[in-house]
């Protein structure tokens, strides 16, 4: 494979930038390589600067449900660019979008768009505990919720991966009142609910964690979530950065069946484009300026070229329910292929699957929380993910993150990449 332009391109980008990159994942550096520079891409399909091609299983790491750039997504755009790119001032389409997300999430009222995941969960919070007039927070170990600096404890993928537990620069202060639970651990949560419970303004949840590897909330335990916060007046906030809309079009509601008092999108209801959105009840949504004394604001929040692109992706999502079964059926697919790769090799891994979201982790299952995570063997990881690229699929450099499918994968795209991996794992692995 030849990388030359790339590692031009990487010579100069460490200078200017740091590391390179505008977000520490990219720089593949986890598994000792230079990042690829990316060209375009369309479909299943992305292509680096060296004209390199491959099977493109991080799709920008969630939001693109229907592949890269699907022409019934992007086209049109340029009209609406030459309308205008931001107001600043108030637009139709934004009501749309805000009608679309909150039929298609029953357990909410309102929503109010922001420009990334970690502006919805952060400003979420400030909702909920302005809300319930309480400062403590419940996450869970391996939950990543963006970088906002309360939420910067124990999260997942990147910070998993560079050994980030808690970032300096976040000052205790900030962080005393997040308290960390194990994930899928019921004790733990009716614990610290008995110490605390009456202080805790909010729990904040991924139901399916894809920030350590994919992990899935075990049913009981998000039931308990919902039982409990009920119980103490506290705000359950799904956070559906990665979930929302992918596990089912009515999110972590349809999939588990269980109703959370607020909600945090971002990915798949921008379709590539930065967007993020906070919903809830209207009682706690009436907490937002200007209605009520709580601040959040954004000067690009709704801006039309992401709602245009958002607003189409979420319809065809709405309009097409078979694009559910098509990922699910793939997703499957891809899972078992996987599954079978390991038991032929004779290897003791562990696939997780939830809808499209798929797993292979290097290490004994059950995989249910971040311990269970934190035993992968990631040297050998490392190995394979270089034996993968090899061979024309593009995985997401770290053991902490999930292969993510979209509609655009095809059947051929499945089958190439489980024999692929099977000859990477092989070959990684001495086998
Ligand atoms: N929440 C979850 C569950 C996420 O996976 C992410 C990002 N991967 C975020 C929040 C933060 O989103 P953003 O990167 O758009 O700030």
């Known amino acids: 494979m030849n990388n030359k332009k790339s590692a031009q391109i990487y010579q100069e980008a460490t200078k200017y930038m740091p590391g390179g990159v505008n977000s520490p994942v990219r720089a593949f550096k986890s598994v000792g390589l230079n990042p690829l520079f990316i060209e375009r891409a369309q479909g299943s399909k992305i292509y680096d600067v060296d ?13 693109l449900m229907l592949g890269h750039s699907p022409s019934q997504i992007v086209d049109g755009i340029e009209e609406i660019i030459k309308k205008g790119t931001s107001y600043g001032v108030p637009t139709k389409i934004e009501v749309d979008m805000a009608k679309i997300i909150v039929e298609a999430y029953p357990a909410i009222d309102q929503v109010r768009m922001v420009n990334s995941g970690t502006e919805a969960t952060m400003s979420a919070l400030r909702v909920a505990r302005a809300f319930t007039k309480r400062n403590k927070i419940l996450k869970f170990e391996g939950c990543y919720h963006g970088h906002s600096d309360a939420l910067l404890v124990k999260s997942g993928s990147g910070t998993i991966t560079y050994g980030v537990p808690t970032s300096p620069g976040v000052p205790d ?15 733990a949560v009716r614990d610290i609910f008995e110490e605390y419970g009456n202080e805790i303004a909010a729990v904040i949840v991924e139901t399916v964690s894809g920030n350590m590897g994919v992990v899935p ?12 916060t009920k119980e103490y007046n506290s705000v359950l906030i799904f956070d559906e950065v990665i979930t929302g809309f992918r596990l089912h ?39 937002v300026s200007p209605v009520g004394p709580v601040y959040q604001a954004g000067t690009l ?23 559910y079964t098509e990922l699910e059926r793939k997703a499957t697919k891809l899972a078992e292929g996987l599954k079978s790769n390991i038991e032929k090799l004779g290897l003791d891994y562990t696939v997780n699957r939830a809808g499209s979201l798929v797993c292979l982790f290097f290490a004994k299952g059950p995989i249910n929380n971040y311990e ?16 993968v690229l090899k061979r024309g699929i593009l ?34 692995h001495n086998l």
């Not at 588990?256 to 949504?285: H, Q, R, S, T, W």
């Open 51 to 63: 004209g390199n091609e491959y099977i493109d299983y991080i799709c920008s790491w969630g939001p």
């Open 173 to 187: 202060d900030v962080v005393k009142d997040t308290l960390v639970c194990r994930y899928n651990d019921l004790d």
């Open 217 to 228: 909330g075990k049913q009981e335990f998000l039931q308990l979530l919902r039982d409990i």
């Open 249 to 287: 079009y009515n999110s972590s509601v349809g999939y588990f069946g269980i109703n959370p008092d607020m909600v945090c999108f971002g990915k798949i209801i921008g379709a590539g484009l930065p967007v993020g959105a906070y919903g809830g009840k209207k009682e706690i949504m009436d907490m």
């Open 301 to 323: 929040s709704g801006n039309p070229l992401a709602m245009y692109m958002g607003k189409k992706n979420l319809e065809i999502l709405r309009d097409n329910p078979q694009i």
């Open 372 to 387: 269970d995570v934190t035993k992968c063997d990631i040297s050998k990881f490392n190995k394979y993910f270089k034996e």
């Open 395 to 428: 995985l997401a450099p770290t053991q902490f993150e999930a292969m993510f499918l979209s509609n655009a994968h095809t059947d051929e795209d499945i089958e190439y990449t489980i024999k692929a991996i099977y000859e990477a794992l092989k070959i990684s």
